[in-house]
């Protein structure tokens, strides 16, 4: 136990010796000191998730995850160390505002990838969709490259199936007024085959003339006008074919889709958000313990300390003054050689 103890203690930042002449706030101390450990030591799970959803390699998240934990473990250390106990209140507070802050960032920073790792299952069925809406974006817009050739060709086609309908329409409507004037039920009302009903009936045959070479040259036309459709389908098939469809899971896409989760969902919200204040808790508590505990024996050392060590300095530098100015003076009444 004494060497946990000790090694809380040394997380804390505290003067160990001075610490011993002040054995009442050992526990303090040591409260402090362990809060700070634990705090690095979530900050090193953080980012080795982090790097390991990057680059999924087992020794670069270990590596990354030890660099990162013992950086914001030094941080910590260094803002909890470097407040000091003084008889004011509001200066103390001042001072602490800016280790706060940075508190705060520390803790949304490493928060973030623990609670990829909590919702872990929710954004891996919104990672689903995502993909799926990425892939049918991809293939919108392969098919509007095609969709503008296609349209021409179709409306093509349809004007050449229109315009054999057409000349088939007019065919059997001169057809009709022909069988009209033979019968007589039509035209002159007169039933004979004489002269009007063979001009009615070359008029007739001519449409039919006309329409077997409508119909030959816009049938080729279309053929050839499927054929191109026939391509275009081909390759948009074979584009939408070679589409990038690797899985979408990296740290962005995640962080995506935890936000679109958050959007979504109320308590999803707020479980996000009690695990950053939950994290800002952790990381702000070594500084709020120093900043809200009485001062303490260890406080009235420290100060002691630091104004023997200010007299000290003082009085060196009068010292080293002194010097220089006696110095000075016998230089100046030395007689000249």
Known sequence: MKRFRDFFLFCSGVHVPMLKRAPSEVNKYGGIGATIFFTGLLA????????????NQWWAALLFGLVWGLMIFNLDRY??????KRNSFKNEFGMAIPRLVLAVLIAVVISKPLELQVFNKEIQQELITMEQQVFKTQEDKVKERFQK????LNAEI??????IQAQAAKRDTLQLIAQQEADGTGGSRIRNLGPIYKAKKADADSAAALLQTIS?????LINQKRRELASLDSSYKATVAQLDRSHIDGLASRLE???????RSVPV????????????TIETAPVFVKLISPRGPYDDLLEVHEHAYIIY?????????????????????APAS
């Open 44 to 55: 090193a799970f953080s980012g080795g998730y982090a790097m390991w959803t990057v680059f």
């Open 313 to 333: 300095r003082k009085e060196q530098i009068e010292k080293r003054e002194r010097a220089y100015a006696k110095k000075m003076m016998i230089g100046q009444t």
């Open 257 to 263: 889709a935890l936000g679109r989760l958050t959007d």
């Open 216 to 220: 030959g040259q816009n049938g080729a």
């Open 149 to 152: 050739r296609t349209d021409e």
């Open 79 to 84: 803002i909890v160390s470097g407040m000091k």
């Open 269 to 280: 919200r707020w479980a996000n958000w009690f695990i950053i204040l939950l994290f800002i």
């Open 158 to 163: 349809t004007g050449l199936n229109n315009a």
